[in-house]
Structure formats: structure tokens, C-alpha cells
């Protein structure tokens, strides 16, 4: 059961990771510090993007953007650690 918990937490943790990484690179486009005029840039981002939307769609159905901020990643982060601490506490 220990490392059947352990490779459920890297999944998490790694999920986690790539919601920061959309994060991240979503203000350096917005920012144009990144351009997506360039292909692997592009498709980084749309990859990412397609990615996180799985997501952050059920979330944002419950809580839409409170003025203009999406708080949709926030929410997730904080279910997937939620479910990391659950998953710990019944399988170890």
C-alpha cells in the first residue's frame, strides 16, 4: 500500500508542477517576455493550456472569475493536495 500511495503523490505532484508551469508561463506570454510566434513556444503553451482546461472546467462551472482574476487554478492545487493528504491517511 506504501507504494501505491507514493506513486499516487508523484502523479499528484506532478500534476501540480505543470499547473505551475501553465501558471508561469501563461504571465511570460502575457507579459511578452515569451513569444508564441514561435512553433515549439506555441505549441508549449497550447499543449499546457489543453492540458490544464480539463481541469480547471468543472471548477470554473462552481466559481466563475471574481473580477477578472480566475481563482480556478487555486482551487485545483488545493483539491490535489487535499486528495495527496486523503490518500496518505486511508493507504499508509
Do not use: C
Not at 510566434?37 to 490544464?52: C, D, I, K, M, P
Amino acid at each position: 500500500m506504501f507504494l501505491i500511495a507514493q506513486l499516487l503523490t508523484t502523479v499528484i505532484n506532478i500534476v501540480i508542477f505543470l499547473i505551475f508551469a501553465q501558471i508561469v508561463i501563461f504571465w511570460l506570454v502575457a507579459f511578452e517576455v515569451l513569444k508564441i510566434n514561435n512553433f515549439q513556444a506555441r505549441h508549449l503553451v497550447e499543449t499546457l493550456n489543453r492540458f490544464a482546461e480539463k481541469m480547471y472546467r468543472p471548477v470554473r462551472r462552481v466559481i466563475p472569475p471574481i473580477a477578472g482574476i480566475d481563482l480556478s487554478p487555486v482551487v485545483v492545487i488545493i483539491g490535489l493536495q487535499l486528495l495527496q493528504s486523503i490518500i496518505w491517511q486511508v493507504l499508509v
